[in-house]
């Protein structure tokens, strides 16, 4: 079974200061991992996924995530935020067939 | 490209009624999805279908709710009857296809948001 930990529900920075949210997964086969981004009163979009071709991976709106398999993890991070980076942030993982599965999300405010 | 479609948007109901919740997914897209999200218990998975076939049910809390999906481009989620503890937002996503191997991300539509009183 895939599950995915994302540390931290609320993370709040400084416009232009770096963003780094958090997810550590956990899966019995390779798994193929996710970012999405929700904005209020929308569905979830993504960001980027990672599906094995690359290690870092690049996404929209300048976010970037690494995929460590020592560490099981998938951090996503954005050199300077933007006050439009203001959203909640899905962490997912799927493996082989099974469904994807999503974490409990994180909160991020950007502060003037 | 219109994106996935549902409808409506915001669904007020007193309880014991039945709703019904639509979804359109994008033409082409073989797997359809339907999501909760709530505070609580954040994303869920009720149940998904693959080519109009329900392949994983589990995710519905109970008889109350059923989903069908009679032709590739329509598909409903019904609650009846309907209680109070069912009010969150309601997402249908779609994809090109779901199985091992597959990594097309999920295409969310904008939600229902339903409130039973």
């Not at chain 1, 993504?46 to 690359?54: E, G, I, P, V």
């Amino acid at each position: 079974a895939q599950s995915v930990t994302q540390l931290g529900s609320h993370v709040s920075v400084s416009e232009g200061a770096l963003v780094l949210l958090r997810c550590n997964y956990s899966s019995s086969v390779p798994p193929y991992l996710f970012w999405y981004v929700q904005y209020p009163n929308q569905g979830l979009q993504l960001l980027l996924k990672y599906t094995s071709a690359a290690t870092l991976v690049k996404g929209i709106n300048g976010f970037e995530a690494e995929f460590k398999k020592s560490e099981t993890s998938f951090h996503l991070t954005k050199p300077s935020a933007h006050m439009s980076d203001a959203a909640e942030y899905f962490c997912a993982v799927k493996g082989g067939a099974q469904k994807l599965v999503f974490g409990q999300g994180t909160r991020l405010t950007i502060n003037p | 490209d219109a994106g996935v479609i549902q409808s409506p948007r915001h669904e007020v109901t007193e309880m014991g009624q039945e709703v019904t919740l639509r979804c359109k997914p994008i033409s082409g897209h073989n797997s359809l999805f339907w999501y909760r999200q709530t505070m609580m218990r954040g994303l869920e998975l009720l149940i998904y279908f693959n080519n109009n076939v329900p392949i994983d049910d589990s995710g519905m809390p109970e008889d109350r709710f059923s989903a069908k999906m009679p032709n590739a481009s329509f598909s409903t989620l019904k609650i009846q009857p309907s209680e109070p503890r069912d009010s969150a937002v309601y997402f249908c996503a779609s994809t090109p296809s779901f199985g091992a191997g597959a990594i097309q991300a999920l295409h969310f539509g904008n939600g229902t948001r339903l409130t039973v009183t």
